[in-house]
């Protein structure tokens, strides 16, 4: 796991301003680490720019990415990494309630969306079953 902080210093609040714990596999904190190892060891932030700044263009990035890969770079955002997330979770077994909380949702309708749409109804379902 993994923590979603404020970042007053560099202008940074979580989503919905809720810190959170997030899971990240094993295998990319040691890719991070490693990464990190390799830079300013002064600078606390995981994809720093020169001068240990935080990096602002991971879209421009991922659009750069898509397009050398051949692919239509309209079919890629930042958030759309986050709802993979939440989907492979939930359709892994994940509780709702758990994918909520690791998203920052406030409700949990917000995360249902992420639902297969064969078990979205059946979870509502329960859901409305359980706080009738």
Not at 30 to 48: A, H, Q, W
Not at 58 to 78: C, I, S
Request: proline share 5%; aromatic share 12%; net charge positive.
């Amino acid at each position: 796991m993994r923590s979603l902080r404020y970042k007053p210093e560099y202008g940074f609040s979580p989503k919905n301003y809720r810190e959170r714990e997030i899971p990240i596999p094993a295998k990319l904190v040691t890719s991070l680490k490693v990464d990190k190892e390799k830079r300013d060891k002064t600078c606390g932030l995981v994809f720093p720019t020169t001068g240990c700044r935080p990096k602002l263009d991971f879209l421009d990035t991922l659009k750069a990415v898509a397009e050398r890969a051949k692919l239509d770079k309209q079919n890629f955002w930042l958030h759309k990494f986050r709802a993979t997330f939440a989907t492979w979770s939930l359709w892994a077994g994940v509780d709702l309630r758990t994918v909520q909380q690791w998203l920052g949702h406030s409700d949990m309708e917000s995360t249902m969306r992420y639902l297969k749409p064969s078990r979205s109804q059946q979870v509502r379902e329960k859901v409305n079953e359980i706080f009738a």
